[in-house]
């Protein structure tokens, strides 16, 4: 293997080893500190909330070494792209964009194009980067966002193209900065990586092994966002019902939500679950805690067994909606949301029919749904996939057309009641009201005065739009 490139091969190795943790592998030295002075970054973030929080790591970063964030890429000394890899269209969005800053340094030669993420995990784009590309100046991956100074110093000393990307998983370090998008709301890491090698999924490939975090590490975390006045925290890992099993600590998902939910703060919710790791003892803490907030993202991929078992996922239709029945029945109120691929290699009409039967069964409160899309290296890649596009873009015509009238319907289920909603700032649509979410994640629009932001009030909906609800305060 090539030093500082990714490898699939090491990628996908899982050792018993218990990974370390590490308090003080970044490091701010004087040099570096000064580099960004004048200076100003933007930053991009693609794909899921995993890379929204390594955004927030990476720009707290940048200020420490004096870079100034800039709403304007046009204007910015320093381009950042936090990439997705998880389908293919997240590809060209990135490629697009790289585009443009090519066309930008025309002009500007100095601009430094800095490229990290999932992508960057990836061999083949690694490669193009090197060979195509020359003129993106530093490339990163996923597990070396603390080395990040030392390659944009070495970028602009060198004044050549530096690549860092490391395959295997690093240690878990926690002495990371972060500046976050919020005041009132945080993401919270508790595991990285992830180990279910669902067969279409690049994931564990670009994310590493499952690492969860020490309980101590995530509570004091929570404790410190807690006096700063956060009302919300998001426990964040790619499948986060397996919580623990990595470390030798007798510790399980259901124990460490439930020391969360005791540290009293109002609002806790955590993506993504699992079905297969989903057990009693979780249900039970989420129905038994107020500050749990009711709503569950349980992707289910596929209506179809025989789907299913070729994806990987470990569960049966049945035994997915014996989990789902169970939710529905222990905790009140509670909301399901869920993810669906379209398409997968020898997804037949019966099988596609399947999906839509347990749509109508479940009647989701939301839905992502997607066209399956090959990943490089993925076992469901070698597999034919043969069902053509034309048909592929129909399914998930006809998908989402029942995924937005059951959405309809969940949100006209709430008209006329009271509900709790977190106001985080003024409304997109309209100056007057301020907008916010509910404890089962509908964004709801207010009128109300902007001393309510970040506040949590009590809201009277008055109103289902199709993507939001209006509402007035109920005080
Ligand atoms: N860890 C999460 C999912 C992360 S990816 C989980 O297991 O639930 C988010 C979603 O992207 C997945 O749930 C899946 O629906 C979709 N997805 C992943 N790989 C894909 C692919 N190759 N093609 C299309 N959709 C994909
Ligand atoms: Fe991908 Fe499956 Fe892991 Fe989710 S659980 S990240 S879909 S491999
Ligand atoms: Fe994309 Fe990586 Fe997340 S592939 S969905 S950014 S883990």
New binding site residues.
Partial sequence: MEKNKPSYSEARKRTKEEVKVITDAYIMDNDLSKLGIGKTYHIIT???Q??VRDSETIKAILEDMSFTETSDMEKADLILLNT???REN?HNKVFGMIGRVQHMKEKRPDIILAIG??MAQEVSIVNELERKKKYVDVVFGTHNIHNLPKLISEAIDKNEQVVEVFSKEGDIIENLPVKRDSMYKAFVNIMYGCDKFCTYC??PF??GKQRSRRKEDILKEIDDLIKLGYKEVTLLG?NVNAYGKDLNENITMAELLEEVAKTGIERIRFVTSHPWDFNDNMIDVIAKYPNVMPYIHLPVQSGSNRILKLMGRRYTKESYLELFYKIKDKVKNATITTDIIVGFPGETEEDFEETLEVVNECKYDGAYTFIYSPRENTPAASMEDNVPLEEKEKRLARLNELINKYYKESNEKVVNTVVPVLIEGVSEKNEEMCAGYTDTMKLVNVKCSKDYIGKIVNVKITEAKTWSLDGVLDE
């Fill in positions: 693609y794909g899921c995993a890379n997705c890899a998880i997240a993420g999932c690049i994931v670009t994310r790619q």
